[in-house]
C-alpha cells in the first residue's frame, strides 16, 4: 500500500547536491543495506552499487575517460547500465545507452555521430561493435562487460549537474536518430516527476523491461527508483511468456509498458497467467485497453502519458480517478507543488495560440527540456520557438485541461481534400479484439491525393478476412476515414523502442502490390 505522499517520499532523504552520485548517496545513508539494484543472480545494496559504480568510475578513468567524453553502452538490459550511468555521470563524462541488436551500419552510424571514447559491450552486442569500430577508423576502444571492471579503487564521484550527463537516441520513427542530451539535473527531476506519477514509494519494487536506451525505461523507471529509494529490477528484456511469473519471483509492485507489450498480454493463454502477483502499478497503458487489463489481471493503478525523449514526463492520467474517454491526460507535475513545471501551447501554423477545442501543434515549456541535439546546432533550434519545444505532435486541449492527441503532423493522410490523422485509424482499429497492431499509411490514389492502406498484424489463431477489417471499420470511422485497401502481416516494422515504424512502411514500394483492395460497398451496408 501506499504509505507516503510523493512529497513525503523525498523528503525521507537529506537534500543532495544535484548530482546523481549524491541522489544515490542520500538514499543509501538511510540504510546502506537495502536492496537498491537485482540482476539475474546479483544483488546490490545502496552501498555496494555506489562503491561498483566509483571503482567502474576508476576504470574508465584509468583508460583515460574525461569529462564530455562519450562511453558508449551496448548491450542487453543489465545492471552495468546503471553502474556506468552514475560512474560516467560521476566523472563529468556522457553515459550513451546503445541497441545490442543493431545491425553492424546503425551502430557504426551512431558510433561515429556520437564521437564515442569508448564502448563497454556484452557477449551479444560484442562482435557488432567490433566490425562498427572497423567501419568508422576512429580511435575508439571497446571493452566486455564483467567484473574486471570494478577491481580499482574506487574514486569520489561527482560532475556538474547541469552538464550533459546521457545521450539517448530518438527511435528514428522518421529517418535518422539525434542523440537528445540530458544534464544530471534533468535526469533526476525526471526520475522525481514519475515519483509523482506513479506514487512509487521506498518499499516498491520496479520492474524494467523496457529498453534502457529509451526514454521511458532510463528516466521514468531507473531515474524513478533513484529518486523514491525503491529497488530496482533489471531485466534482459521483455518475455510475453514469462511476464508474470517473472513478476511473481520478483515480487515486483511497478513496470513500465508500452502499447505493444500491454496488446501482447492481453492475447497471450490464460495459462500463463499467474493471480498471485504483487503488481499494483503499471505505467503507460494506453486508455482504450485500461479496463481490460484491470479486469483480466487484477492491477489496481494503470497510468497513461505522453513525453518525448525531448521532454520527458508533460502529461499523464490520473494515478486513481476516472480519464476522459480518449485523453491522454492532463498537465504532470513535480511532487512539491510550489516547483514550476511544465507548460503546454496549443498553436495554429503561425505559432498564434487556438481556443480550447481547437486541434494545433502542442509547444512545451519544461524544466526537464534536452539540452539540444548532439552536433545538430541547427536541428535544435529548428525545434525551439525561443523557450517552447515544438513536439510536432498535433494534439486539442478542452476547458478542463485534459489534452487529446490527434497524429504526428508527418502522419497526417490527405484524401480528397482532407487530413486523416494516422494515428486516429491505428487506435480505432487495434480495438478489434483479433487485431495486435495496426499502421495505416497514405498510398497514391488514381484521384490525386492518398488513398489509406492499412497494415494490420493478427493474433495468431485468428481467421480475420482483409473485408471483415473493412467492415470493422465502416461501423467505427466516418466514410473518408475508411480503408481502400488491408494488408495482414507478422512482421511488423517496428523501431527499437517498439513503435511501428512508419518510414519504413511508407518505403515499401511492394506494400500496394501485396494488399487486398477491400469491397467499400460492402462494408459500408
Known sequence: T???SSAEVLALYREHDGTLADLVRSRAETDSGREMLVCGERSLSWAQALDAAGRLAAYLHGRGVVAGDRVLVMGRNSDWHVLALLATAGLGAVFVPVNPDFKVEEAAYVLRQSGARAVLCDEVAAATAEAARA?????????????????????????????????????????FPKGVLHSQQSVIAAGESFVERVQLQPHDRVLAILPLFHVNGLLYSVAGALAAGATLLVEPKFSASNFWTTVTRLRATQVNMIEAI?????????????PEHGLRKIYGIRQASMQAFRDRFGVPHLVGGYGMTEIPGILSTPYDGETPKGSMGRLCRHPDPARPWAQCRIVDDNGTDVPDGTVGELWVNTPIVMLGYFREPEQTADSFDGDWFKTG??????EDGWFYFVARKKDIIRRRGENISGAEL??????????????????????????????VTRRTDSQLTEQEVADF????????????????TDDMPLTPTGKVAKHRLRADATLRDRACEVDLVTAEQ
Open 2 to 4: 501506499d504509505r507516503y
Open 135 to 175: 567501419e568508422v577508423d576512429e580511435d575508439v576502444w571497446i571493452e566486455r562487460l564483467g567484473e574486471h571492471l570494478l577491481t580499482a579503487e574506487p574514486m569520489a564521484l561527482g560532475g556538474d549537474p547541469k552538464a550533459p550527463c546521457a545521450m539517448i537516441y530518438t527511435s528514428g520513427t522518421t529517418g
Open 262 to 274: 500491454s496488446a501482447i498480454l492481453l492475447n497471450r493463454p490464460e495459462s500463463e497467467y499467474v
Open 393 to 398: 505532435d498535433l494534439v486539442r486541449r478542452d
Open 426 to 455: 491505428d487506435r480505432v482499429v487495434a480495438e478489434h479484439p483479433e487485431i495486435v497492431l495496426a499502421a495505416a499509411v497514405g498510398v497514391p490514389s488514381e484521384m490525386g491525393d492518398d488513398d489509406i492502406l492499412l497494415v
Open 473 to 488: 471499420c465502416s461501423t467505427r470511422l466516418a466514410r473518408i476515414k475508411r480503408p481502400r485497401y488491408v494488408v495482414f
